[in-house]
């Protein structure tokens, strides 16, 4: 079914950057709405930011200021702008989709992609 591929990940220094993306095989993200959770080792998996189909954003605390969500429904691709990373950020990275389209809730994951903040 729809499958969702995630790329930009890898290891940067404190007070970096990195982009992810997330890049779907058809033509859905006009009608969805999408965003990234993370998930470090030994921890819980948490939301990181949200972003509905009409393009209203909302984020963690932990990442509010520093995050920027964004959508391009022409290339089917959800990014996450991470800027002004620290350790804690460090984490596997899933992104999600999630359709309006009337036929019940469901939700398509990403791989993952693994995001590493060294100190």
């Known amino acids: 079914q729809v499958q969702l591929v995630e790329s930009g990940g890898g290891l940067v220094q404190a007070g970096g950057s990195l982009r992810l993306s997330c890049a779907a095989s058809e033509s859905i993200f006009s009608i969805s709405a999408m965003g990234w959770y993370r998930q470090a080792p030994g921890k819980q998996r948490d939301l990181v930011a949200h972003?509905?189909?009409?393009?209203?954003?909302n984020y963690a605390d932990s990442v509010k200021g520093r995050f920027t969500i964004s959508r391009d429904n022409a290339k089917n691709t959800v990014y996450l702008q991470m800027n002004s990373l620290k350790p804690e950020d460090t984490a596997v990275y899933y992104c999600?989709?999630?359709?309006?389209?009337?036929?019940?809730?469901?939700?398509?994951w990403g791989q993952g992609t693994q995001v590493t903040v060294s100190s």
């Open positions: 972003i509905t189909s009409g393009g209203s954003a």
């Open positions: 999600y989709v999630r359709p309006n389209d009337g036929l019940g809730p469901r939700t398509y």
